[in-house]
Every structure is written in C-alpha cells, then in structure tokens.
C-alpha cells in the first residue's frame, strides 16, 4: 500500500507563501496569537520600584528585594526596615510614602557605585605605597593569606605546565 507524499521544500513554500491579515490569524485554528474578544482589556502594566539606582523586583518581600543592591545584604535590609518600622510587605504593595521613606532610608547608606569606587580606591591606595597586600593585589594572587600550592586557580589564571620537569 503505497501513498503519495509531497515533497518536504514544496509543503514549506505552500505554508509561508500565503500571507495573512490580523484577523485571519486570530479566526485560525493553528495560529500562535491569542484571540481577543472585542470588549476584552489588557492590562500590562509593569510597575518597577526604583531603590539606590536599582529596580529591586516586585514580587519578592521588601527584605530580599533591597539585596539586590550592591552593598545591601541581610543584615543591612532587616536594620533598614526596623528603622522604619516597615512590615516585611510584598515590594508591589508597597505605597508611594513608604517608597518615598524607603529611598530616603537606603540614600544614607554607602551603596553601589559610591562603594565599588571606595573600594577600587582602596586598593589602588596599597598598591602605591607597596605594602604586602598591594603587591599580592599587583601578582593576582590571594592576599589574606590562603595557600598557593594547589589552588587559587580564579586568581593565578589557568595552568600552565612547566617543561623541563621529568620523573626519574
């Protein structure tokens, strides 16, 4: 029992050659776009809440929202909301005062760009006046004391085999 077949290239410009109105695609069976019934509203609204130069997510609770800052951790996120006498709210939930607080409460607070500029500034400080740590920061190899034989491969690059070395 043998049945006839198209060829594969002839069904693929038959299915793309036709083009096909908004309307046509929303009445067929086998279209991707969603159907829109006529008295239907669509509501996309996407609100972000903007922390500290950061849009920290909506549906997260505000402790773990505010982590998302750099220079904000667990610690820091708990004190921010005792001090305001926050309740650990969902961050949409939240109303304009309290973002208002909130903003106001993270702006005293050394936080991104400000810390990694203190930071990088830090650094820079050790390695011009040479101390031990700023020649380790110089190498690339760790500078709190941690071992070199084996590890610190993050630090050192990758390995490179030295020749010259053979067993006996």
Known sequence: MAMATAPASSLL???????RTPHQLRSSSASFVPALKKNQ??????RCVRVGGVE??????????LQYIHGIGRNRSRQILTDLS???KITKDLSEDEL??????????????DL??????????????????????????PCRGQRTKNNCR???????SVAGKKKK
């Open 13 to 19: 410009s038959s299915a793309f050659s036709t083009v």
């Open 41 to 46: 509203d669509v509501n996309l609204s996407i």
């Open 56 to 65: 920290i997510p909506n549906n997260k609770r505000v402790e773990y929202s």
């Open 86 to 88: 926050f309740d650990n």
């Open 100 to 113: 208002i607080n909130l903003r106001q409460e993270v702006s005293k607070y050394l936080i991104e760009g």
């Open 116 to 141: 990694k500029r203190f930071n990088r500034l830090a650094i820079v400080r050790l390695k011009e006046i040479r101390c031990y740590r700023g020649i380790r920061h110089d190498l690339g190899l």
């Open 154 to 160: 993050t630090l050192k690059g990758k390995k490179v």
